[in-house]
């Protein structure tokens, strides 16, 4: 079974601080994402990796950076968290389009 | 643009019954479907997965679904609904070029009533 893990299952960090969420998986997919899911809004997609060292901006990438040096290893980054990305972080692998596979997610609350 | 339709918020149907959820895609050729669900607090997790070949597909936890070209549709069916199938429900697309992008709809949230 593939397995993606994501660092912590919850997180509350302060306005300014900078903010790593870590994400691994086991299979060798070439294809990694970042998704933030907030009610009513669905899955938005923030950054994807096709690959080590690069990486493609998604739908909302404005205040996030993504870094990916391993390919089993894909990680975002706040620069300086904000209370309006308090959320649900998914990461998620794929090999080619043959559907995601996702982590359990890490809420991240910044107050 | 690419779009996934899911026209559905939220279905509560009592258990025993059969289900389904509708799901619309716009793309521009045929593109590959998938149905995901996801449980409070949790991930998602695959359901299925259309490709090609045979329009219905069976999926894990007694669901499938039936591809529909001319309705550009994917929806997900159940006959008989067990109350652990209470959850979010998310119809996607892939794009089968690159098979790096995907889209997602807005979820269905699935009551199930004793």
């Known amino acids: 079974d593939v397995k993606v893990t994501q660092s912590s299952r919850y997180l509350v960090k302060r306005t300014g601080e900078k903010v790593f969420l870590e994400c691994v998986q086991d299979?060798?997919?070439?294809?990694m994402f970042w998704y933030r899911q907030d009610p009513g809004l669905g899955l938005r997609l923030i950054y994807f990796?096709?690959?080590?060292?690069?990486?493609e901006k998604g739908d909302i990438p404005e205040g996030y950076s993504v870094s990916r040096e391993k390919k089993e290893r894909f990680s975002l980054i706040l620069e300086s968290a904000s209370t309006n990305q308090t959320s649900m972080y998914l990461c998620?692998?794929?090999?080619?389009?043959?559907?995601?596979?996702f982590g359990p997610g890490t809420r991240l609350t910044v107050t | 643009a690419q779009s996934v339709t899911q026209p559905d918020i939220h279905i509560t149907v009592s258990e025993g019954a059969s289900l389904e959820l509708r799901c619309n895609y716009s793309?521009?050729?045929?593109?590959?479907l998938f149905w995901y669900v996801q449980s409070p607090g949790q991930g998602l997790q695959l359901l299925l997965k259309y490709f090609s070949g045979d329009t219905l597909v069976q999926g894990i936890k007694g669901f499938e679904a039936e591809f529909k070209r001319s309705q550009s549709s994917f929806n997900l069916r159940k006959p008989s609904v067990h109350w652990s199938d209470a959850a979010e429900y998310f119809c996607a697309v892939g794009e089968r070029n690159t098979g790096n992008q995907f889209y997602f709809g807005t979820g269905t949230s699935l009551t199930v009533i004793p």
């Open positions: 299979m060798d997919h070439e294809n």
């Open positions: 793309y521009g050729a045929t593109p590959y």
């Open positions: 990796s096709y690959d080590v060292k690069m990486k």
């Open positions: 998620a692998s794929s090999y080619r389009g043959q559907g995601q596979y």
